[in-house]
């Protein structure tokens, strides 16, 4: 018995020191992992990575013929009162208004001025749009067709600060799809 206590406490005396003194065979020190994993970053690449990126990023016309699409749709919507899915192009439309808000919170005139449209929205999105959003959450279509209309008086003002007083919204004639049936009662499919 004596002999194996002697054998065991000398292996683990000898175990200890192999693992104190060196490190497991494939294994590298925490210092020497830390500079492993640290990657080595190609600029050029990087760059090319980025331009190309802002290259394909749609243009501030294209993301806004989507907020027109939206907020077309929401005037039949509100007109049919359907409500939910009038809260849905409502949302569509603020949505795709901060996307080209995120894209360019600034743009340049042709005059080279530039305007921050990021703080014309901030002020639209808290009165015009506050007001037509609280229409819809109260179904209430007489509010929410003087609503629409003071919002496109603010998509105007937007547009002519902007140096586009060409670009004149109105109330739509006709919907923009019509694959969308905006009656709420509709049976499906109709």
Request: proline content about 6%; overall charge positive; hydrophobic content about 40%.
């Amino acid at each position: 018995m004596l002999k194996s206590v002697v054998v065991f406490i000398s292996g683990a005396l000898i175990g200890g020191l192999v693992v104190w003194k060196v490190p497991a065979m494939g294994q590298a020190s925490a210092k020497d992992q830390t500079k492993a994993e640290t990657p080595k970053v190609d600029l050029v690449a990087l760059n090319n990575d980025v331009a190309k990126l802002k290259d394909i990023v749609p243009s501030n016309s294209h993301l806004m013929q989507d907020v027109g699409f939206h907020y077309n749709n929401l005037w039949f919507a509100g007109q049919k009162k359907n409500w939910p899915l009038a809260t849905f192009y409502y949302d569509e439309t603020r949505s795709h208004i901060r996307w080209l808000l995120r894209k360019s919170p600034t743009v340049k005139t042709r005059d080279g001025e530039v305007v921050n449209i990021q703080g014309i929205f901030d002020g639209i999105d808290t009165s015009s749009m506050a007001m037509l959003k609280k229409t819809i959450e109260d179904k209430n279509l007489e509010e929410f067709t003087a609503a629409y209309k003071l919002m496109l008086e603010s998509c105007y003002s937007c547009h002519k600060s902007v140096g586009r007083p060409y670009l004149r919204p109105m109330i739509p004639t006709v919907p923009p799809q019509s694959i969308i049936n905006y009656n709420p009662d509709a049976a499906w499919p109709s």
